[in-house]
């Protein structure tokens, strides 16, 4: 007697094909990807420019899915503008395709102003000089 071989769901699985099928299947793929960007970030850009580039967010837009970088100076995040395109291959490299659509780096962000308690509101003195 010829035994016959099945090619679909029936034969055994691992477990990480199981959970791929079940992830893609519900939707959940692309925010897991997104962990695993913020994860595998030194791995994806390196150790250098991971310690001045950090991800700050993965949004999702009309656009589709947009990470935002948030670089510690101006001339990183000038640095970063040109790799895009290689990061964002990497990227698709790593973690697959849909993970990110878009790249937007950001600048530092400056100190928060506190003015204080004794502030009085509206126009200064010195406000009248041009």
């Known amino acids: 007697m010829r ?17 791929q099928g079940w992830l893609r299947d519900h939707g959940y793929e ?8 913020v994860a595998r970030w030194p791995e994806i850009v390196g150790e250098t420019l991971a310690d001045h580039v950090v991800p700050e ?14 670089a510690d100076s101006t001339a990183w995040a000038t640095q970063v503008r040109l790799l895009i395109p290689t990061i964002h291959g990497r ?25 204080g308690p004794r502030r009085v509101p509206g126009r200064g003195p010195r406000d009248t000089y041009g």
């Open 91 to 115: 990227i698709r490299s790593l973690l697959g395709a849909g993970v990110v659509d878009r790249i937007r780096v950001s600048g530092p962000v400056p100190p928060a102003r506190n003015p």
């Open 30 to 37: 692309s925010q897991v990807g997104s962990g695993s960007l």
């Open 3 to 19: 035994r016959v071989q099945y090619g679909d769901d029936r034969d055994p699985q691992t477990i990480d094909t199981v959970m």
């Open 57 to 70: 967010a993965v949004r999702e837009t009309a656009d589709g899915r947009e990470l935002v970088l948030r």
